[in-house]
């Protein structure tokens, strides 16, 4: 079957920086999307990746290593408005969308 | 960038009637869009697929008659909620996803989402 982890919850402190993993095992590969939520609001397109390797786009960065089905979304110089929950989601071999469960961020000052 | 709208943004229905929630794309023509379903604290549940002047295909435990799909144009799809019930409740959420060809990314662009109260 198809299955993406990561982990349900995350604590960290304004100003710092937090990885935020997403292990993956899909029916083919066509890319990697990482998608912040915040409450009550639709998902929004943080990144994508499709080669191995660190995309930096400003305070957010995303890896990913097709070889080990892994990919991390690394949030810099934290600010209290990035509480909310990253979602991960593999395009498989279908160009279907397989999402992870998210991942709530919380930040504290 | 690409925007999707949604329409209406919260409705409240009386357990029985029927409820129709439109997804826009607005600046794009959309060859798919898809439905979802987000209880609390959960991820999102696909619903259903469709592609324009096809009909949908729904995902498996998703009643195809309870929850009517119409992708009548590039820019346009419904979702109509039968005879809602109690159960029903929950935060909809469109995407739409246009293809280029070769290279493209097979993004999605969500709608804001339609939180529907069925009392």
């Known amino acids: 079957g198809q299955n993406i982890d990561q982990p349900t919850e995350m604590t960290a402190t304004e100003g710092a920086i937090v990885q935020i993993n997403c292990t993956y095992q899909?029916?083919?590969?066509?890319?990697l999307f990482w998608y912040q939520q915040h409450a009550g609001e639709a998902p929004t397109f943080l990144s994508y990746n499709v080669l191995d390797g660190l995309e930096e786009k400003g305070r957010f960065s995303s890896f990913l290593s097709r070889s080990k089905g892994y990919s991390y979304l690394l949030l810099k110089e934290l600010q209290m408005k990035d509480s909310a929950s990253y979602l991960c989601a593999v395009l498989d071999s279908n160009y279907q969308l397989i999402w992870g469960a998210g991942t709530k961020l919380i930040i504290k000052p | 960038g690409a925007v999707v709208s949604q329409h209406p943004s919260r409705v409240i229905c009386k357990s029985g009637t029927s409820v129709k929630i439109e997804c826009r794309s607005l600046?794009?023509?959309?060859?798919?869009m898809f439905w979802y379903r987000q209880f609390p604290k959960k991820s999102l549940m696909l619903m259903a697929t469709?592609?324009?002047?096809?009909?949908?295909?729904?995902e498996q435990g998703v009643e195809k008659d309870k929850f009517l799909i119409n992708h009548a144009s590039l820019t346009l799809s419904t979702l109509t909620v039968t005879s809602a019930h109690p159960e029903d409740s929950s935060f909809y959420i469109c995407?739409?996803?246009?293809?280029f060809g070769a290279g493209d990314t097979y993004e999605q662009y969500f709608g804001p989402g339609t939180r529907l109260t069925v009392t």
């Open positions: 600046d794009f023509q959309a060859t798919t």
């Open positions: 995407s739409a996803r246009m293809v």
């Open positions: 469709s592609n324009e002047g096809s009909k949908a295909t729904y």
């Open positions: 899909t029916s083919g590969f066509n890319g």
